[in-house]
């Protein structure tokens, strides 16, 4: 049925102890989108890549809040997907939920995906 399934995707660090942290959480449905950016969850001073405009800074919601986040934005849908087994199995220990594997319906990986949406400012050389 549509309208009941719900794609999670992110994008991490690896933390000081090799664990992943999410920096940016992206959920979708078939008629609504929103992603999450993350603060870092180390209370070091705050810096920058120049290399890739990342600054853990500029982000607003607290990493603690990643639990809440994510569980309050897939309580309404019944089916949870994600792309990896990596993916997968993370997103489950942090939902309590089972999340099914995209490629396990032999999806394309998220990179062969067309945007409709390209981002203007000349620091991103990416689509939105």
């Known amino acids: 049925m549509a309208g009941w399934d719900f794609v999670i995707d992110f994008e991490f660090l690896r933390g000081r102890q090799k664990e992943t942290v999410v920096k940016e959480l992206s959920v979708a449905s078939a008629n609504a989108a929103e992603t999450f950016r993350f603060k870092s969850p180390y209370k070091n001073a705050d810096h920058s890549s120049s290399q890739n405009g990342l600054n853990l800074a500029d982000e607003r919601i607290e990493y603690e809040e990643i639990f809440t986040v994510l569980t309050e934005a897939v309580a309404g849908f019944a089916h949870l997907y994600a792309h990896s087994v990596s993916k997968r199995i993370f997103l489950a220990g942090l939902t309590g939920r089972p999340i099914h594997n ?15 949406r390209w981002c203007t400012l000349l620091c991103h050389k990416f689509p939105i």
Not at 103 to 109: A, K, S, V
Request: charged share 20%; hydrophobic share 35%.
């Open 102 to 116: 995209l490629e396990d319906l032999d999806c394309h990986p998220p990179v062969f995906l067309n945007h409709n």
